[in-house]
């Protein structure tokens, strides 16, 4: 009989195939006495650190994919901080030795990013995989990491580490399966874009023997154990689909019938828009504020200048939307003090960070406005967080002021939603940001994965507040994209364009997928899909009817 481990969607597709489990970290420190010789414990730790560092900088140097590159070269640069020295120093000379030292060091960091709360602490998973790789060299262990097989494979891990998944060769892991880690982790975000089928937050898989036959299923998120010969052959049926779907899926997004719907990346900074410029029809959400993070100051008008000029040249006489600084909550800018908050996803953050720092807005939309001046780029500018219709208008007023001549918001925030009305007014367009409106209108902290099922974009909620969005758009002639994670699903999509949603923008390796759902699909179709999910009263029965009625091979 098959049985369903329950864990949550990583990356979409579904695969058979059997499993191995990653080799598992060093737990055994050994004594924590006093070491004989402090210098020796101590020369000891710092040539562990430096192997490690050199090992991470070496696959950051081999890694083909760019994102993988970043994230070792980051962890590389972890290994070696100095306050982190500081406390393994400290640690060892106050009576203990290296393995105990390190290990209390890297929790204490640890403790620090979690209590940063999101993107940060989403960087505490990267300390313990440093800390076991130093561990396992203080003590002479192998590194904890892949395992070797001859045949192709479905890997089993705690969660796993970005050197891990720099080495994944996609042509022999079939399937990824996480015990811990939630849908934004290292290891989903890695799958997605080496489209490889991913179950995250699957605790059941501890359970599953070495080489035994399963069924990872990434579009519904469970693990299935003794796969039925049905299942097998409907897994080798939505395979064979997306093979089909990913070659043929070229051009602009289009219904079957011709009905435009924008398909459009979401990019963070040049390397992106490098990798998605070429199959796409734009930037749909230009995430402005990674060129702020992890720095000591605010970058200059001339600096953002340059860094805006980048992305738009990629992109040449298409549309860049260029979203202002969303800082805050879990994108806490050092250089910009605001002060401890109890609850940052409703603290001071996106536009309104202007409260406190309103210089720092409008140096940006001058920095973009030149750069749009210079270049031939159709440059969008876009606020975030922003709540009323009064900060609506004032951010629209601010950026026309500056001449920039198409200004919009993000809806994200319920409040603005339910007067989009209003809203519509007073801007040039709207971009739903899924993420975080799912967030605040279930009231379920989107870096909580054990909440995933209330932040699934199905909820009925969402959707009928989309709704609410969309008709205000309609009425007011203006367009409404969704620039949210739910984009990049290829069925959510159909949906979505069905509501009246006139542009998607996404992670660029969900384009081709979403772009052969829309082919696949009259506008006509859409509306009917959008009209079961706004009547379903339950997110996985949304999911579910509009699966079927669809008639595509993605749950
Ligand atoms: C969103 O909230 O949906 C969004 C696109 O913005 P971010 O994920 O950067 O908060
Ligand atoms: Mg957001």
């Known amino acids: 009989m098959p049985e369903e481990l329950a864990g949550v969607p990583g990356a979409p597709g579904a695969v058979a195939g059997p499993v191995r489990h990653m080799t598992d970290a060093v737990n055994d420190l050994g004594p924590a006495e006093p070491p004989e010789d402090p210098e020796v414990e101590l020369q000891a730790a710092r040539d562990a650190l430096t192997e490690v560092e050199m090992l991470l900088e070496k696959r950051s140097a081999e890694a083909t994919n760019k994102d993988v590159a970043e994230i070792l070269s980051a962890q590389a ?4 901080d100095p306050a982190l020295w500081d406390k393994i120093a400290a640690a060892v000379s106050g009576g203990l030795p290296a393995t105990h030292a390190v290990t209390q060091a890297f929790e204490s960091f640890k403790t620090l990013l979690e209590a940063a709360g999101g993107y940060m602490a989403e960087r505490a998973a990267d300390l313990d995989d440093i800390r076991t790789r130093v561990v396992a060299s203080l003590v002479g262990s192998p590194m904890p990491g892949l395992p070797e097989s001859s045949e192709p494979f479905i890997l089993v891990a705690k969660d796993l580490a970005p050197a891990d998944t720099s080495r994944l060769d996609p042509s022999m892991v079939l399937g990824l399966v996480t015990r811990e880690g939630g849908p934004t982790s290292h290891t989903a975000i890695i799958a997605r874009s080496l489209a490889i089928p991913a179950v995250v937050s699957c605790s059941g898989a501890a359970g599953i023997s070495e080489g035994e036959p399963v069924v990872v299923d990434g579009d519904r998120g469970v693990v299935v154990r003794s796969p039925d010969p049905g299942l097998l052959e409907d897994v080798a049926r939505r395979a064979e689909w997306m093979a089909n779907a990913l070659r ?16 459009l990346a979401n990019v963070g900074g040049i390397k992106d828009a490098e990798v998605s410029a070429a199959d796409s029809e734009g930037v749909g959400l230009f995430r402005t504020e990674f060129l702020f993070l992890d720095r000591a100051e605010e970058p200059s008008v001339d600096e953002q200048e340059q860094a805006y000029r980048a992305v738009f040249d990629a992109f040449g006489e298409r549309k860049v939307v260029v979203r202002t600084l969303d800082a805050g909550a879990d994108k806490p800018l050092r250089w910009l003090d605001l002060g401890e908050e109890m609850n940052p996803a409703l603290g001071v953050r996106g536009v309104r960070t202007q409260r406190v720092r309103a210089d720092v807005l409008e140096r940006q939309l001058e920095a973009v406005q030149r750069a749009a001046k210079a270049s031939e780029t159709d440059v969008w500018v876009m606020a975030p967080m922003i709540t009323t219709v009064g900060e609506a208008a004032e951010f629209v007023a601010m950026a026309h002021d500056q001449g920039l001549s198409r200004a919009g918001v993000m809806v994200e925030v319920p409040a603005l939603a339910v007067c989009a009305d209003d809203a519509a007014e007073v801007v040039d367009f709207f971009s739903i940001g899924t993420n975080d409106l799912s967030q605040y209108v279930t009231a379920a902290d989107r870096t909580i994965g054990a909440l995933s099922d209330l932040l699934d974009h199905w909820q009925p909620a969402l959707v009928r507040l989309i709704r609410t969005i969309t008709d205000a758009a309609r009425s007011a002639s203006i ?45 006509d179709d859409c509306r009917r899909l959008a009209e079961l999910a706004l009547t379903s009263d339950d997110h996985q029965l949304a999911r579910s009817s509009v699966a079927e009625a669809a008639h595509l091979p993605i749950r």
């Open 77 to 80: 640069m972890m290994a070696t």
């Open 479 to 523: 367009p409404a994209s969704v620039c949210g994670e739910s984009a990049g699903d290829p069925l959510f999509a159909l949906v979505l364009a069905g509501l009246g949603i006139t542009s998607l923008s996404m992670a660029p390796a969900s384009l081709p997928l979403v772009r052969a759902s829309l082919a696949r699909h009259t506008i």
């Open 248 to 263: 043929s899926s070229t051009g602009p997004g289009r219904t079957s019938d011709g009905h435009a719907v924008g398909l």
